[in-house]
């Protein structure tokens, strides 16, 4: 990778940020040159964003991030043309640039080369020359939803027909549109619509408090509330300098873990329900409540929301509150061992989630799968293990790793994980430093921006802040892998049965929520 | 086989009785029957969903009270809904709605659905679920416990009956 090397000789510009980062600036030119030298070095993108800088100074922009083996790199390509702003796509590239890309366009009104101009968070709730992320929009102006046919792309053929889900789905599910193209029984073609969900929220993020701002990041994704409102005081406190208190990160650390826990404990269950396996839902549903009892008890709530603030946590482990979790986390090992065995020997199981839904390990590398999804189909990322941040840089995480990339690898992996959180919560806790937790945090400094990643329990978050005037967020940008792994179900599909979808689509179980943003 | 079996036994019957048992008293004596119900995600950031789905974990074991969640709203008694409307949801949620034989109840989930909660209005958000289609409840909460939930539920049949009753005296 010659030309990067170049340009990291030319020491580029540090990001704070909870691993190590660099940004940067890209002409045109640049922009494309380096985006092929970061594809030749096998990084992989995670995530792209606009800006509208042109009350600083006349400028859009468009930023990428990858995560490369030094750390992240982030591409800051400013664009001189602000009447039709337009920028070289990534997408032949780095395919799961495509819907961030017109995710952008739809917010600012940035275009690419792409020829995919579909709306994609944007349906008809807005007008189509109306940019909601532009500094001219106004804030309080709504507007009528209107509606037009989405143009799904056509399979044609004999004996092809389409079926259309969504965006109601029938069962306790978030919305999106899915269209199946059909020979009977057998998928040829998937085609996800999604945006369904879309809040505003980085319009939302603009303006709000720094001190409050990681309230909104929380609600990204409620599954995912502790890894997202940790990227977002990551993000804060890379930028102002602050260190997070020991014990505070510890006990993040351990607040992330539960998070896995559950979200695992409830995926096996309901696979193993989507299998037609009640028994499994029962057992390892309760194995999940159980589990958020405690966080009621430890933490205060059941699930996470506003545990994480800048500077730490809100509360400390109330007494005997580490006697009482290790007594858990036992019982919780020896249940989920005599369950993990279960399903192994299950041949009814183990016929429905083998050679299902499989993702092979080129198209994983090729989409740029994240976290567990990827994992699953032999691509070795976990940034516990490949960044650590603290606590996690004294804590050896031992990455899960499958290569079938099918249902039943991805079960593989959230059994592995469950194991390897159930570890680290107990060597967390067995070696707990003291000390307070949490410090005071001080006001960032205009324009300043900075970056938090932090793997979730589907893969990583990221955060990127720019810091406002007095004490405010100028702009926030959240990310969620879901948006990568999206994508990713619908080649899993393909060539499978209709009926098995839900099982497929389980076994990624990717936010709708943190896609739609 | 005989693993199953032998997890079965070793985990014994979890539905925690005093709760469950009030409410189902109370939903026999209110319903007389079963009670269908249809969610609607209208933009929620799915941490709602997380509490609903846990009311048919065994400890809270809803179906086991006659509630059930049914896949089609053609079926339901109740939409749960949850979310700050989404525009983009918005005539998604009007279209379940009317869907919805009469007499229907609507019971919005969450801070979100109950007032807009951190999203409140915008050009994405319609804000509270009462702004687009009419509600007959709210249950705060972020995210509300399962058992608000099942209260919330069982509050809204309840209201609604004395409700109607007062109505056909009246009449």
Not at chain 1, 445 to 451: A, K, L, N
Not at chain 2, 117 to 132: K, L, P, W
Request: glycine share 10%.
């Amino acid at each position: 990778m010659p030309m990067m090397t170049t340009r990291f000789d030319q020491a580029p510009a540090t990001l704070p940020g909870n691993v190590h980062a660099v940004c940067i600036q890209a002409n045109a030119e640049e922009w494309l040159a380096s985006a092929k030298a970061l594809h030749g070095d096998g990084a992989r993108l995670i995530t792209l964003w606009g800006a509208d800088d042109r009350d600083r100074d006349g400028s859009f922009r468009i930023y990428a991030a990858w995560l490369q083996s030094e750390g992240i790199v982030v591409l800051e390509h400013a664009i001189e043309d602000r009447i039709n702003p337009k920028y070289m796509s990534l997408a032949p590239l780095f395919p799961a640039a495509s819907r961030m890309q017109r995710a952008v366009h739809d917010l600012l009104g940035i275009s690419t080369t792409e020829p995919d101009t579909r709306g994609w968070l944007r349906h008809d709730g807005w007008p189509e020359d109306v940019f909601p992320l532009r500094r001219d929009f106004e804030g309080a102006r709504k507007y009528p939803a209107t509606s037009s046919p989405y143009p799904f792309i056509e399979v044609e053929g004999e004996g092809v027909h389409e079926i259309a889900v969504g965006p109601v789905h029938a069962g306790i599910i978030e919305p999106g549109g899915f269209r199946f193209s059909v020979v009977g029984e057998k998928v040829l073609r998937l085609e996800e619509r999604l945006g369904y969900t879309h809040k505003g929220v980085a319009r939302l993020f603009q303006g709000t408090p720094q001190a409050s701002g990681h309230r909104l990041a929380a609600r990204l994704s409620g599954d995912s509330a502790v890894a997202f409102s940790w990227a977002w005081c990551a993000a804060l406190e890379s930028i102002t300098g602050s260190v997070c208190p020991a014990r505070a990160a510890a006990l993040r650390a351990l607040s992330l873990e539960h998070e896995r826990l559950a979200n695992h404990l409830g995926d096996l269950g309901a696979l193993g329900n989507d299998a037609g396996f009640a028994f499994g839902l029962t057992q390892f549903s309760r194995l999940k409540e159980d589990l958020l009892r405690a966080n009621a008890q430890i933490f205060g709530a059941r699930y996470l929301m506003d545990f994480i603030l800048p500077g730490g946590v809100a509360a400390d482990l109330p007494p005997l509150a580490s006697d009482q979790l290790l007594a858990q986390y036992s019982k919780l090992q020896e249940i989920v061992t005599d369950l993990r065995s279960i399903y192994d020997e299950h041949a009814g199981i183990q016929d429905r989630f083998r050679e299902t839904g499989r993702l092979n390990h080129e198209q994983a590398v090729r989409l740029g799968a994240l976290g567990l999804a990827a994992r699953a189909s032999g691509v070795a990322c976990d940034l516990r293990v490949d960044h650590p941040w603290p606590p996690y840089d004294s804590l050896q995480t031992r990455p899960a790793m499958q290569t079938a990339g099918d249902v039943a690898a991805r079960v593989q992996v959230r059994f592995d994980e469950v194991f390897e959180s159930l570890r680290l919560c107990r060597a967390l806790l067995g070696d707990i430093p003291d000390g307070p937790v949490q410090t005071a945090v001080s006001v960032a400094e205009h324009y300043r921006m900075g970056i938090g990643v932090i793997e979730g329990w589907r893969g990583p978050v990221a955060m990127v802040l720019e810091a406002g005037s007095e004490g405010t967020i100028r702009r926030c940008h959240a990310h969620d892998p879901s948006v990568q792994n999206w994508p990713l179900l619908e080649y899993a599909i393909t060539g499978n049965l209709v009926p098995d979808f839900p099982l497929i689509n389980k076994s990624f179980n990717l936010s709708y929520s943190g896609q739609d943003g | 086989m005989f693993d199953v079996l032998s997890r079965m036994v070793r985990t014994g019957i979890l539905t925690e009785a005093s709760s469950a048992q009030r409410l189902q008293k109370d939903i026999r004596s209110i319903l007389g029957r079963a009670l269908c119900i249809r969610l609607v995600d209208a933009g929620s950031c799915n941490g709602c969903e997380l509490e609903i789905h846990a009311l048919n974990n065994p400890y809270y074991n809803l179906e086991g009270l006659g509630i059930k969640f049914v896949a089609s709203p053609r079926h339901a008694d109740l939409l749960l809904v949850t979310g700050p409307v989404s525009v983009n949801m918005e005539e998604a949620l009007k279209r379940t709605y009317d869907a919805v034989p009469d007499p229907k109840l609507v019971v919005a989930v969450g801070d979100c659905g109950a007032c807009g909660g951190i999203f409140g209005t915008s050009y994405a958000s319609r804000g509270a679920v009462a702004n687009v289609i009419p509600v007959d409840h709210t249950v705060p909460g972020c995210p509300p416990a399962p058992l608000a939930i099942m209260e919330g539920i069982l509050q809204s049949v309840r209201s609604n009956l004395t409700q109607s009753h007062t109505i056909q005296r009246r009449g």
